[in-house]
């Protein structure tokens, strides 16, 4: 009996010394139009989030963690290559994303996590909305990914104006759609499996997706890039989730993709790897909204989607990984941008040095609290440079209308300067206070905008013909 105890425990030591010595999975859950203040540990006081909470309280909460880019495709573009979606042409002054009509998409050329994380043997997954181009030679397998299941752009297309209907329906917060106004696929590797896609299934579905790659590859190093197709409008639920909240639809969303998160958790907990896993969540970019109750809360920021105030570009970002990630609240710089970098230092893996990159390591921080190596942060929306950002002070040469950001772009007439650690809703302009600074900021942007000439042109704009 006493050896059987013995070799039990030893057992168990090597499995937990197994753990620490293998290169760390990541899995990465990236919400659709997700706002700051749309999370319980991030300030909001109605939608309860206990799983991503409990992320926060076990993990870092970062409260200065900017997307590349306010809206879906560029911001893809930039948290898969570490690169500002203007080198890549995935960001457009004539279409703001990709569309079902759209003939391009991320080029083969660019270098995406997964393919720095394949070509160290890692298995890798996509899930859910792609939005980087649904032509063949621009889905997730051509991308480094060995898999993907999900929609391949944003869940409100191919809408025959129903994008209408919908926006006249947003004062009414529990506005349910009918899934097949919206003729979107769901597309498995290649093939269409279903369309439109059943909506209401989207969260669950991805989620049984998720675990089943976790559980199939628990032997080896993986990365699963997860991105959820909510709470980007139209909002949908499952049965289970409809009306749980006694709030808003919206609510009832965010309240299932907390849930699918404990799924994820349970999982690796289930598998022994939560101790060498590394689980970021965060959103591609701020709240819609034009589209009221549908839309979500920037929390204290100014205006949302689409612009380039903090509202547009700062997310909720928790990393957990007990076992890797110190605990704490980083009060400092940080991007999508930076998982590149960080994935590759952790997994011993290469980022690329033959073009211009973005990104910064994370890994200190994550793993020591060191200080952030961010120290500064461009602002671009629509192909065109908005702003910069370097310590506490951030200058805005241009700007969107904060709610409908469709609008054309506002060139101010002069400067304006914001204190964005002490004026976190960019309130009070400093610019006359402060003009050496201001002409500091202007200067980097200057220098920014030489070292992006020659980057590859909009991957946006050109339409397919029509049949
Ligand atoms: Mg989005």
């Known amino acids: ?19 620490y010595n293998d290169r760390p999975n990541f899995v990465v859950v990236f919400c659709d139009d997700l706002g700051y203040g749309d999370i319980g540990a991030f300030g909001s006081p109605m939608i309860r989030t206990p799983n991503i909470d409990q992320m926060a309280a076990e993990g870092q909460k970062w409260t200065q963690f900017y997307v590349g880019d306010p809206v879906c495709t560029p911001s893809r573009a930039a948290l898969l290559t570490g690169r500002y979606p203007i080198r890549s042409g995935m960001t457009s002054s004539e279409r703001h994303v990709l569309f079902p009509d759209s003939a391009n998409g991320l080029k083969q050329e660019e270098v995406t996590i997964a393919e720095v994380l394949k070509a160290e043997g890692y298995a890798t997954a996509a899930v859910g909305k792609w939005h980087l181009g649904h032509l ?42 009918e899934i097949d106004y919206f003729d979107v696929p769901l597309i498995e590797n290649t093939t269409t499996i279903e369309r439109p896609t059943d909506q209401t299934t989207i969260t669950k579905r991805y989620t049984e997706r998720a675990v089943q790659f976790i559980e199939k590859n628990k032997e080896k190093p993986f990365f699963l890039y997860l991105a959820h197709s909510m709470p980007h409008i139209p909002l949908f639920t499952s049965k289970a989730f409809k009306g749980r909240s006694k709030a808003s ?12 998160v404990g799924q994820i958790i349970d999982a690796l907990k289930v598998n022994n790897l939560d101790k060498n896993t590394i689980v970021v969540f965060t959103s591609d970019n701020g709240p819609w909204l034009l589209f009221k109750t549908h839309g979500g809360s920037a929390g204290p920021f100014r205006a949302g989607k689409g612009t380039t105030f903090e509202g547009g570009q700062r ?21 999508t941008l930076d998982l590149m970098n960080t994935f590759a230092a952790l997994s011993g893996g290469k980022v ?3 073009r211009k990159m973005d990104g910064y390591d994370l890994s200190k921080v994550l793993t020591q609290k060191a200080d952030s190596p961010r120290k500064e942060f461009y602002y671009w929306a629509f192909a065109e440079l908005h702003g910069y950002r370097t310590e506490q002070y951030k200058v805005h040469i241009k700007q969107r209308d904060p709610i409908n950001y469709g609008q054309p772009t506002i060139t101010l007439d002069k400067p304006e300067l914001y204190d964005v650690r002490a004026d976190i809703s960019e309130k009070y302009d400093l610019a006359d206070n402060f003009p050496e600074v201001v002409q500091t900021l202007l200067d980097k942007m200057e220098v920014h905008l030489k070292d992006v000439e020659g980057s590859t042109p909009d991957q946006l704009a050109e339409r397919l013909p029509k049949e």
């Open 249 to 260: 639809l919206y609510v009832d969303v965010i309240e299932e993709v907390d849930w699918s």
């Open 352 to 354: 690329p040095d033959d």
């Open 1 to 19: 009996m006493k050896k059987l105890i013995l070799f039990t425990l030893l057992i168990q030591c090597l499995s937990v010394f197994g753990q």
């Open 315 to 335: 997310v909720p970002t928790v990393f957990w990984g007990p076992g890797i990630v110190k605990s704490g609240v980083i009060n400092e710089m940080g991007s």
């Open 136 to 177: 063949p030679e621009f889905l997730p397998q051509e991308q480094g990914f060995d898999s993907y299941f999900g929609i391949p752009y944003s869940n409100d297309m191919n809408n025959n104006g129903f994008f209408g209907e919908y926006s006249k329906n947003a004062d009414d917060p529990n506005y349910f759609s």
